[in-house]
């Protein structure tokens, strides 16, 4: 999305009263992201952070995770990659309004989806898949990507948790999908950027220990 665009959203959502009520229909999913203001392109970051996360409750991602396991001297290993995303200047994903905390720029953002989309968020709801929360962290002092890694740990400790109501042995790894089912919540405390987040999980592939 070119600058002036992002510019364009930001103004207008600015010209809504702060706090200003919006009513949920059924196809549309709401996000509160949040950016320091001393970012560089701040509106521009607040706008991916947005996109992204509103991709999460759509789409969700697909997992490799692979447990520690110090008797075997395995090391853990986790990557997410979305399934599929929102594209930048969609027009069903807008900023709603902005407000300026402190040293934070926040907005409220929706994205309203059309059929398939709806489709696809109910059919994990009335799946199989499992409800889990996860709690992530990485110090600030680790960059501007710290935050995000943040909510990356915390996809997987929300996956880690659920393993564990499953399973008595930890597995060698696991494939599956995962969607972001709330709006996540982020905070800075202590010199750590601290994410819940509360997920939906399908396990499609699980290698135990004992085929190696």
Not at 40 to 55: D, N
Not at 156 to 183: F, H, S
Not at 194 to 211: A, D, H, Q, S
């Amino acid at each position: 999305m070119c600058t002036r665009l992002v510019v364009f959203f930001l103004l207008a959502a600015a010209s809504l009263p702060v706090g200003a009520q919006v009513v949920q229909s059924d196809n549309r999913l709401f996000v509160r992201p949040w950016v320091e203001l001393s970012a560089a392109q701040a509106e521009h970051t607040l706008l991916e952070e947005a996109r992204v996360l509103l991709s999460g409750m759509v789409y969700g991602w697909s997992f490799d995770y692979i447990p520690t396991n110090r008797m075997r001297q395995v090391g853990e290993s986790f990557t997410l990659t979305p399934i599929a995303q929102i594209p930048w200047g969609s027009p069903r994903l807008r900023v709603i309004e902005t407000e300026t905390v402190d040293t934070r720029l926040w907005a409220r953002a929706s994205y309203s989806m059309d059929d398939a989309e709806s489709a696809r968020r109910a059919s994990w709801e009335s799946s199989t898949a499992d409800l889990s929360q996860g709690e992530g962290k990485s110090g600030v002092m680790n960059g501007p990507d710290a935050k995000t890694q943040s909510f990356q740990d915390a996809v997987r400790d929300a996956i880690r948790m659920d393993l564990r109501t499953r399973y008595l042995d930890a597995p060698r790894q696991i494939r599956g999908d995962v969607v972001l089912w709330e709006d996540p919540m982020a905070a800075v405390r202590s010199g750590m950027y601290r994410t819940v987040v509360k997920v939906k999980i399908v396990v499609r592939e699980l290698v135990p220990y004992r085929i190696f």
